[in-house]
């Protein structure tokens, strides 16, 4: 018991420090670097340096661990998927969305979801994060052909994307734990301040 408290609460510590200090710290944007060169390491320290992207790939892993089966297991294969379509738009240089708005809006939405424990319809989840996979793949694949390596470099990106969307279904097994369900809500609502903060600063730009 002693045990299951200890681990309940450093998880809840965790992810609140993650959050809190993620927000608060300077923006300090995962697609505003335009020209960067480099390969695999560049890619894949890329998504932990953008606050906003790092918060939504953690995002959509604990509400996919908030929703169970089977989106414990497809939130994390849609984001990335779809990501990777936005991508390659970006790289086609089809019109731009408003992707400052639209990756503010998932990190606002998503905590949302977990904080106030929206189970969605399936169909509406991987809609949503479908969607929001669009506008972070379309950032980031604006910056590929600028690269000296971009095959490297989207390979590390693409690697460290995979582990955020674990780490947020790892902190949401603190769900199992008792009163892990608030603690886990109360990240949620942190993480959904963070996307008011960074909407804030897109609607400002």
């Known amino acids: 018991m002693h045990n299951k408290v200890s681990m309940k609460r450093s998880l809840s510590a965790a992810a609140v420090f993650l959050a809190g200090s993620s927000c608060w710290a300077s923006p300090a944007w995962a697609h505003s670097a335009k020209g960067l060169s480099g390969g695999f390491a560049a890619g894949f320290m890329h998504p932990f340096l953008g606050l906003d992207h790092l918060l939504a790939m953690v995002s959509v892993g604990l509400w996919g661990a908030f929703l169970g089966r089977p989106m414990i297991a497809a939130l994390p294969v849609i984001f990335p998927a779809v990501m990777?379509?936005?991508?390659?738009?970006?790289?086609?240089?089809?019109?731009?969305?408003?992707?400052?708005?639209?990756?503010?809006?998932?990190?606002?939405?998503?905590?949302?979801?977990?904080?106030?424990?929206?189970?969605?319809?399936i169909w509406l989840a991987g809609s949503l994060t479908g969607m929001f996979g669009l506008f972070h793949g379309y950032a980031h694949g604006s910056e590929i052909p600028s690269l000296a390596d971009p095959v490297a470099f989207s390979t590390g990106f693409v690697l460290a994307t995979g582990m955020l969307h674990v780490a947020g279904i790892g902190l949401g097994m603190a769900n199992r734990l008792k009163g892990g369900a608030l603690a886990i809500r109360g990240v949620g609502a942190a993480i959904s301040l963070c996307g008011v903060y960074f909407l804030a600063q897109a609607v400002a730009v």
């Open 84 to 121: 990777a379509f936005g991508a390659l738009l970006a790289i086609l240089n089809m019109p731009q969305p408003p992707i400052e708005l639209g990756i503010a809006l998932s990190v606002l939405a998503l905590g949302a979801a977990i904080a106030f424990g929206y189970r969605a319809p």
